[in-house]
C-alpha cells in the first residue's frame, strides 16, 4: 500500500507540471506568424481550462444569465445565430451582430470597430457593456473570490488561490488563443492530403473568390484583419458609423473590421448588424447593392459582374471553407467536469 500511495503521489505530481507546463500556441503550416507575442502570456493547460471555464460560466454578468458563449456559440463559428443583434441582461439588445471568434491570435485590433487594441483586454468590452453583461471587472473579482471551484482552478493554474484581474484576463485570453480553424475542406485541398480535392464547381468558385474577394478576404485567414467600407448603406435606425467613433478620422466613417470567411456557412447572420441571413444575398449585396462614397473600398470601385451560375459556384467554394472538427471539438465545451464536486 505504501509504494502504491508512492506511485499514485507521483502521477498526480507529474499531471500537475504537465498541465502548467508551457504550451505553444499553433501555427498552421504556411500561416503568417501570430501578432500576439504569448511570450508575456505563456500558455498552460491549467490556465486555458481556468479559461474555457469563465467563457462558459454566466457568472459574469450582472444578473448571472449571460455568459461569453451566449453570443459566442461555439457550433455556429463562436457567434448567435438566432438573431441579428448581440442580446444581455434583462432582455436588452445590443448595436451589432456578434462577430465569430477564431483564429484570433492573428488579429492585432479587435471588435467591429477595432476598439480593443489587444486580446488580453479584449473581455473587459463585454463585461462593462451596459446592453451585454453590465459589471465592473472589480464586481466580477469579489464573485470569483467568493468561489471555491475558482480558488481551486486559480491556484491550479497560477501556482496560488490570488485572483486577480490581470489573471482573469490573460486566462481568457488564453482560451481564445486555441480557437484555431484550420482543418476545412480547403486546407486539406492545400496541404494536398490524399484523396482530397475540389470539384470542378468549387474549383471555379476559387478562381472566381481570387478574382473578387481575395482583396480583403486574404487567404489563408480569409481576412486581411483591417477596416474597410463596404459599400453597405447605415442602418438608419442604429447609426452606426463604424471606425470612426473611435479614430475620429473622416476617412474611417463606415469602416468596419474584415470578417474571416472561415465557416462562414454556420456563421449567419452576415454583416456588422446582421442584416443578411443568408450568403447569397451578401453575394447579390457586392454585385448590385454597393452604396458609393468617399470612403468605399478601393476594391469596390468596379461593378461586379457575377451570373446566377457564378454565384452558385461562389458559395460552393465558400462552403469549403467549413470545419466541422473545429466546430465540434470537445475541448472547447462547457467544461462539466470543473464543476463537478
Not at 499514485?8 to 500556441?25: G, K, V, W
Not at 475540389?198 to 486574404?218: A, K, V
Request: hydrophobic fraction near 40%.
Amino acid at each position: 500500500m505504501k509504494y502504491l500511495a508512492i506511485l499514485i503521489l507521483s502521477f498526480i505530481i507529474l499531471a500537475a507540471f504537465t498541465s502548467n507546463s508551457q504550451l505553444q500556441l499553433k501555427r498552421p503550416k504556411g500561416w503568417p506568424a501570430p501578432v500576439y507575442d504569448s511570450r508575456h502570456n505563456p500558455l498552460s493547460a491549467n490556465k486555458i481550462l481556468l479559461g474555457r471555464a469563465l467563457f462558459h460560466d454566466p457568472i459574469l454578468s450582472a444578473d448571472s444569465t449571460i455568459s461569453c458563449v451566449s453570443c459566442h456559440l461555439q457550433y455556429s463559428a463562436f457567434t448567435h445565430i438566432d438573431h441579428q443583434l448581440s442580446h444581455g441582461i434583462y432582455g436588452r439588445t445590443g448595436r451589432r451582430n456578434s462577430p465569430a471568434l477564431m483564429n484570433l491570435a492573428w488579429s492585432k485590433l479587435l471588435m467591429w470597430d477595432g476598439a480593443v487594441n489587444h486580446l488580453d483586454m479584449q473581455p473587459l468590452a463585454p463585461i462593462a457593456n451596459k446592453d451585454e453583461m453590465d459589471m465592473s471587472i472589480d464586481s466580477v473579482m469579489k464573485r470569483l473570490q467568493r468561489s471555491p471551484v475558482y480558488k481551486r482552478l486559480f491556484y491550479n493554474a497560477w501556482g496560488d488561490s490570488s485572483i486577480t484581474g490581470e489573471r482573469f484576463l490573460k486566462s481568457m485570453a488564453q482560451f481564445m488563443l486555441t480557437m484555431v480553424s484550420s482543418n476545412s475542406k480547403y486546407d486539406k485541398v492545400m496541404r494536398k492530403e490524399q484523396g482530397i480535392a475540389f470539384s470542378e464547381q468549387e474549383e471555379r468558385g476559387l478562381m472566381l473568390f481570387r478574382r473578387y474577394c481575395n482583396e480583403c478576404h486574404r487567404e489563408p485567414l480569409f481576412t486581411t484583419n483591417e477596416f474597410a467600407n463596404n459599400g453597405l448603406p447605415p442602418d438608419t435606425t442604429l447609426n452606426d458609423y463604424g471606425r470612426v467613433t473611435i479614430t475620429h478620422k473622416a476617412a474611417d466613417s463606415l469602416h468596419f473590421k474584415i470578417p474571416t470567411l472561415r465557416n462562414v456557412e454556420y456563421s449567419f447572420p452576415y454583416m456588422h448588424d446582421g442584416r443578411f441571413s443568408r450568403l447569397q444575398q451578401v453575394i447579390d449585396h457586392y454585385t448590385s447593392g454597393i452604396m458609393h462614397s468617399n470612403t468605399l473600398s478601393p476594391a469596390l470601385n468596379a461593378p461586379i459582374a457575377l451570373s446566377p451560375e457564378n454565384k452558385v459556384d461562389l458559395v460552393a467554394f465558400l462552403l469549403t471553407l467549413s470545419d466541422k472538427a473545429f466546430l465540434f471539438d470537445s475541448t472547447y465545451s462547457f467544461p462539466h467536469f470543473v464543476f463537478t464536486p
